[in-house]
C-alpha cells in the first residue's frame, strides 16, 4: 500500500481554495494524482466529509462551503463521481475518508446551511474547544454517522470506507460536554470514561458489519492516534510517553484490531526516529504485533507535512529511513502519506528520495485475504509492437478490474512467472504504451488479471520485441 491523504478541511490539499471554476478544481484535482501516480502510489484516501458536511449530493448533510465558498451551494456537478473515475483511470485505490464526529470548525451555529443537522438539532453537536462536536453518545447521531457513511458505500463505487483518528475530540479546556447524554445513557457503565469507548466501540462494529453486509469486498479502515496507551499505564501499551487515545479520545484502537472490526489500519506514526517520547521504531514493533495473528493488514501514516519543521524533519531521508524501518516487519504492508500538498511540494526532496529509495518501481495493493475474491481468468493475446520511441502493448481482457504489465529484458520463456520487481503499470482498459524502451533493446512483455481485492492471475503468454532504433 502506497497512499496519501487528501484533506478538504479548511481547504488543505483540495480545492486550494473555495469558489475556483469547475475546470480549476478538476485540474488540480489531477495535478495531485499524476503526482501520486508519479510517485508509483496506488491508493488516495479523499476527505468526503470533513465537518458534517459533504462533498456529494447528500439526503442528509449540505454541500461543503470548501468546494463553493458557501455551505449548501450546489457546485454544479458530480464531485464524488468525477474524484473516483479519475483516481480508477489511474488504477489508484479510492478509499472515501468520513469525520464521524466533528460538526463544524466554527461554533457560530448561525453559519451553518439551514439544513444542516447540527444547526436543526443544536442539542446533538454542542460547542467544544472552537469547534462544535457531534455527542457520540445520542443514538441520534449515531445513526446520522451510519446513515451518511452507507449512502455513499450504496451509491458510488469507493474501494474503501476510511476514519481518521478523530472521535471524541482531543481535550481541549474542560471535559466534554455530555453530562446529560450520560445520564439518559450512561446506565450500568462504571464510568463515563467507559461508557464513552463503549460509544466509539459500537459505531465502529456497528459500521463494519453494515458495510460489509452491503458490499461484501469493501475494505474499511482507520487511521488512529499512534499511542494506544503507554506502557506506564497498561502493560500492553507501547513504551512510549505521549497522549493515549484510549483514555484521552476514548478510542480503544487496539480492541478494534483484536476484535476484526476493521480490515486494515493505519496508525499516524507521526514522530521522527529516536524521538524520547515516541520513537517510531519503538511504535512500528508494537503495531506489528498487534495486528499478528488477526485478519487487519497494517500499513504506517507518514507525517510529510512535519518535513521542514526542524533539524530532524529537515533530512530528506527521514521518512526514507522510516520506510526501510518498515521493511524489516512483514507485518507493515505499506505507508500512506499526510497530505498530498506536501507530496506534492516535494519539500527538502523527501518525495523524490523516497522514490529512488523505495518506490523505483509500481506495486499492487496487498490482498486482504478475509474479504475474499479470487483472481480472474488470465488475459490472452499479448502483443507488443515497436513504434517510434515506443512499445505498444496490447492484450484481450477477461473481464478483470484491472491488468498488470511486467517487463523483462532480452527474450523471456513465453510462459515464465512473472517477479514484482519487473512490474512496469497497472492500468485499467487493455493496453499501454511503454515510453522507457531503450532504441535495438529486446524486452518480453507478460500481462495478469487483477479482480478489484488485487487477487492476480497467472500471466498470459508473454509478448517479445525489439524496440526500434533512432
Not at 490472452?380 to 517487463?407: D, L, N, P
Request: proline share 7%; aromatic share 12%; with cysteine.
Amino acid at each position: 500500500m502506497r497512499g496519501m491523504w487528501i484533506a478538504t478541511v479548511q481547504n488543505t490539499d483540495w480545492p486550494s481554495r473555495p469558489g475556483e471554476s469547475v475546470d480549476r478544481q478538476k485540474a488540480e484535482y489531477r495535478r495531485l494524482l499524476d503526482t501520486a501516480k508519479a510517485l508509483n502510489f496506488n491508493a488516495v484516501f479523499f476527505q468526503v466529509r470533513p465537518a458534517g458536511d459533504a462533498f456529494y449530493r447528500s439526503p442528509y448533510e449540505p454541500w461543503s462551503q470548501w468546494l463553493t465558498g458557501t455551505q449548501g451551494k450546489d457546485p454544479g456537478y458530480d464531485v464524488l463521481q468525477f474524484l473516483i473515475k479519475e483516481a480508477h483511470d489511474r488504477d489508484l485505490e479510492f478509499h472515501a475518508w468520513f469525520n464521524p464526529y466533528r460538526a463544524s470548525t466554527d461554533p457560530d451555529r448561525s453559519k451553518l446551511a439551514a439544513d444542516h443537522p447540527a444547526r436543526r438539532h443544536p442539542d446533538w453537536a454542542p460547542r467544544y474547544g472552537s469547534n462544535l462536536w457531534y455527542d457520540p453518545g445520542l443514538p441520534q447521531v449515531q445513526d446520522l454517522a451510519a446513515k451518511v457513511v452507507l449512502d455513499v458505500v450504496k451509491r458510488y463505487d469507493i474501494d474503501g470506507v476510511h476514519f481518521d483518528d478523530y472521535f471524541y475530540p482531543y481535550p481541549a479546556s474542560g471535559d466534554f460536554p455530555d453530562k446529560a447524554t450520560f445520564k439518559a445513557y450512561g446506565k450500568g457503565f462504571s464510568s463515563v470514561a467507559a461508557w464513552r469507548r463503549h460509544n466509539v466501540n459500537a459505531l465502529v462494529q456497528s459500521l463494519s458489519a453494515r458495510i460489509h453486509q452491503a458490499k461484501p469486498w469493501m475494505k474499511f479502515g482507520i487511521s488512529p492516534f499512534g499511542v494506544w496507551r503507554n506502557i506506564s499505564s497498561d502493560p500492553n501499551g507501547s513504551r512510549t510517553q505521549a497522549l493515549q487515545s484510549y483514555d484521552d479520545i476514548y478510542a480503544d484502537t487496539r480492541l478494534w484490531v483484536k476484535k476484526d472490526w476493521l480490515d486494515y489500519v493505519t496508525p499516524q506514526l507521526y514522530w521522527p526516529i529516536g524521538d524520547p517520547r515516541a520513537d517510531y521504531r519503538t511504535l512500528v514493533d508494537w503495531w506489528a504485533r498487534q495486528v499478528t495473528g488477526t485478519g487487519v493488514q497494517l500499513s504506517i501514516g507518514q507525517a510529510a507535512y512535519r518535513v521542514g519543521e526542524d533539524a530532524t524533519w529537515r533530512n530528506p531521508a527521514e521518512l526514507s529511513r522510516h520506510v526501510t524501518v518498515d521493511s524489516h516487519y512483514p507485518a507493515v504492508r505499506g505507508d500512506v502519506y499526510f497530505s498530498a500538498v506536501d507530496v506534492l511540494h516535494n519539500k527538502v526532496g523527501f518525495a523524490t528520495r523516497l522514490r529512488k529509495d523505495h518506490y523505483q518501481r509500481p506495486a499492487i495493493v496487498p490482498v486482504i485475504p478475509k474479504l475474499g475474491g479470487a483472481a480472474p481468468s488470465p488475459a490472452a493475446g499479448v502483443e507488443a509492437t515497436a513504434g517510434g520511441a515506443s512499445v505498444k502493448v496490447r492484450w484481450q481482457g477477461s473481464g478483470a478490474t484491472s491488468y498488470a504489465v511486467y517487463r523483462v529484458d532480452g527474450k523471456g520463456v513465453a510462459c515464465a512467472p512473472v517477479d514484482p520487481r519487473s512490474l512496469l503499470v497497472s492500468v485499467r482498459g487493455t493496453g499501454i504504451s511503454d515510453p522507457t524502451v531503450k532504441p535495438g533493446a529486446t524486452y518480453t512483455y507478460y500481462v495478469t488479471a487483477l479482480d478489484r481485492l488485487h487477487h492476480e492471475s497467472r500471466p498470459a503468454r508473454g509478448a517479445t520485441v525489439v524496440a526500434q532504433r533512432g
